[in-house]
T-cell receptor, first 115, second 108 residues
C-alpha cells in the first residue's frame, strides 16, 4: 500500500531521448510535487500541482513538462535528455495547498542516468 | 526560494552516542521541518516545529528552534545503526526546498 509511488525506479537512457516518469498517490492529497536531487544531495523543487493546476514552476528548462491528468497523478516528461539531467527525481504530495506548509510525503525516487 | 542549510555535512558516531546537527536559514519562518533520507529512498518527515515553539520531542529526537538566531538543531539520542541516514531541514515557503543535508553514520 505504497502512499506515493513512482515508476520506474531506475531509468538509463541515451542523450537526446525522450522519457517519462510517472507518479501516483493514494493519500487523497490535493497537491503534488516534483523534486530533483543532484549528486551533492541538494533537493530542489521543480513543479507543484494543486488539484491538477500548475502552482509552482521553478526555473526549469522547458524540455521538462509535467502533466497532471487528475489530482492523484503527476507525470514528468523530459524531452531531448542531456547529461546534466542525470539525477534522482522525487515525487511528493501534501494534503492541502503549497501555502499550507504541511509535511511532504515522498516517493522512493527515480534514478535517471543519461549516457 | 528559502532553504535550510545543514551543518555539519557529515557526522560519524558510535552506537549509543548522541548526534547533533544544525540548520540555519535566512528569513522569518512559520515553521521548520526535519526529514530523514535513507540511502536510495525518499525523504521521510520526522518532526515539524512552529515558530512559536522552542523545543519539540518525538521519541529519541529533540528539535530546538531559535528564531532570533535563525537556527534549529536536531538531536538524536542513544543512536542506533538504523539511524544511519541523511538528515535535512526545510523551512516553510511556497517552494519548500532543502539543503544538502547532514549525513550521519552510526558505527556498531
Amino acid at each position: 500500500d505504497t502512499a506515493v509511488s513512482q515508476t520506474p525506479k531506475y531509468l538509463v537512457t541515451q542523450m537526446g531521448n525522450d522519457k517519462s516518469i510517472k507518479c501516483e498517490q493514494n493519500l487523497g492529497h490535493d497537491t503534488m510535487y516534483w523534486y530533483k536531487q543532484d549528486s551533492k544531495k541538494f533537493l530542489k523543487i521543480m513543479f507543484s500541482y494543486n488539484n491538477k493546476e500548475l502552482i509552482i514552476n521553478e526555473t526549469v528548462p522547458n524540455r521538462f513538462s509535467p502533466k497532471s491528468p487528475d489530482k492523484a497523478h503527476l507525470n514528468l516528461h523530459i524531452n531531448s535528455l542531456e547529461l546534466g539531467d542525470s539525477a534522482v527525481y522525487f515525487c511528493a504530495s501534501t494534503p492541502g495547498s503549497p501555502v499550507a506548509n504541511e509535511k511532504l510525503f515522498f516517493g522512493s525516487g527515480t534514478q535517471l542516468s543519461v549516457l | 526560494s528559502q532553504q535550510g542549510e545543514e551543518d555539519p555535512q557529515a557526522l560519524s558516531i558510535q552506537e549509543g552516542e548522541n548526534a547533533t546537527m544544525n540548520c540555519s536559514y535566512k528569513t522569518s519562518i512559520n515553521n521548520l521541518q526535519w526529514y530523514r533520507q535513507n540511502s536510495g529512498r525518499g525523504l521521510v518527515h520526522l518532526i515539524l516545529i512552529r515558530s512559536n515553539e522552542r523545543e519539540k520531542h518525538s521519541g529519541r529526537l529533540r528539535v530546538t528552534l531559535d528564531t532570533s538566531k535563525k537556527s534549529s538543531s536536531l538531536l538524536i539520542t542513544a543512536s542506533r545503526a538504523a539511524d544511519t541516514a541523511s538528515y535535512f531541514c526545510a523551512t516553510d515557503s511556497l517552494k519548500l526546498s532543502f539543503g544538502a543535508g547532514t549525513t550521519v553514520t552510526v558505527r556498531a
